[in-house]
């Protein structure tokens, strides 16, 4: 090789090089810029390569595959929603629009005590099966106490008690990344605190954190609250309360005092923080209107006791009970979300149900329509009786993150509630630019570093080098939640892109079908 050539393959090899480095998959060019700070925007570019984001700047010196033009839009963090119940709907629509067409990159799944048992196993099936959202989840109480216990109504045993340990460690180190509870539900609500307390303590010595639905949200909610509090406190671990709020009339107004117990506990030196949805409306299953010793022991225990006379005056009276502490005269609030033995009841109130089948216009009569629905099989539920005012003086809590509690909605089955397609979209829809409830940046730091710091996701919530490529790109000015509770199945507007693990999955409004979500396995795991 002459000494000509040598350097003209020199400067190839070097030119080469050169340009390899200022290659990229994905610019995005000119975006204004919310990082995820709660920092103020700024105009700039990001260059993303290998699922990684490789640099943020102004007239980033890249080319790439995709240039995007961002101009007159917000560019953000993936969406992290820390409140998902998406177990069993993952396989059916891997896609999970709903998500991705509301911003979110990332779901926490396993909440309200309810998860797979094998959190280790789950999170390889998410990372063979791919969905289009990123996976992280808790380890439920409920399902641990289930595989134990069954849906007794009794305290466990030591031996119980050393086997229910043992799956919660299991849990962790497969990667769970914290315990959670759901004590309004059948056995979680059966157990004691220091139950709790024991198995958020194994948690707690793996870096888990513990999330609870808590025992009561209506009448009883500082009592509650104080008891999350307890365990954080005796197990020393950090807590997450699930959709705070107040339920029932007569509650409206009380969240100046329960905000406060959250502040006050906070000052005391212990890491509470809050999630909440953007709704006056909740949603679970009708048979919680049922009292709570009707439900042990499956469904055939169930309706063996709901068929004897004594058993329904019991439950009647206590569902009386609590109506006339809602101050209302019939269960208009309650409204079947999905029903399979009849599905002409999704949509319809008790109320409304109660009239159709030609009973008596009183709610005597709708409380056997509560206990039918619920001996042939239950039903889900919309319940209406929240506060727009402690709806907003809870979301002005600066340690409050936005979360959904919804699954991956399969389109047109059922009339749930919209939140499943809406919350992030109605945040910064309706309480950002119209009410100016919190600021933008607000919103999208609760949307992302706040709950990636939460939950450990290390490499998530933030717009930064080496971060993980999950970013967002929407209109400010017309994003907004389409979803109603009368039409729910209506798609969020306003996201033009959303990547996630920089893979362009919204492209141009439109989700193209990409599955690029991953497990994401917490602070104990050996993946």
Sequence with gaps: MGRYTGIMLFLLIFSSLSQAQNNCDVLIKNGKIIDGTGNSWYYGDIAVRQGKILATGRNLPYTAAKTIHAEGLIVAPGFIDVHTHIEGDDAKNPTADNFIYDGVTTVIAGNCGSSNVDIGGYLKWVDSFRLSVNVASLIGHNEVRKMVMGRANRDATPDEMKQMEGLVEAAMKGGAVGLSTGLIYIPGTYTKTPEIVALAK?????????????????DKVAEAIHEAI????????PVQI???KLSGQQNWGRSRKTVAMIEKARAEGLDVTIDQYPYTA???????????????????????RLQRPEVRKYATDRMLKRLKQRKLKHFSYAVVAYYRPDTSYNGKSIEEINLMKGRKHKAREEAQTIMDITMNGGASGVFHGMGEEDVKRIMRYPFNMFASDASIRIFNEGVPHPRGYGTNARVLGKYVREEKVISLEEAVRRMTSLPAQKFQLKDRGLLKEGMAADIVIFDEKTVTDKAT?????????????VLVNGVVTIDNEKHNGVRAGKALYGPAAKN
């Design 202 to 218: 194994v948690a707690s010595k793996y870096n888990g954190i513990y999330a609870s639905h808590m025992r009561n949200e209506g």
């Design 230 to 237: 307890t365990i954080g406190r005796e197990a020393d671990i």
């Design 242 to 244: 699930s959709h705070f």
């Design 282 to 304: 909740s949603s679970t299953s009708i048979s919680t209107l049922l009292p709570d010793e009707i439900l042990a022991d499956g469904q055939d225990s169930i309706k063996a």
């Design 485 to 497: 509770f009368q039409h729910p199945h209506q798609y969020a507007k306003g996201f033009h892109y």
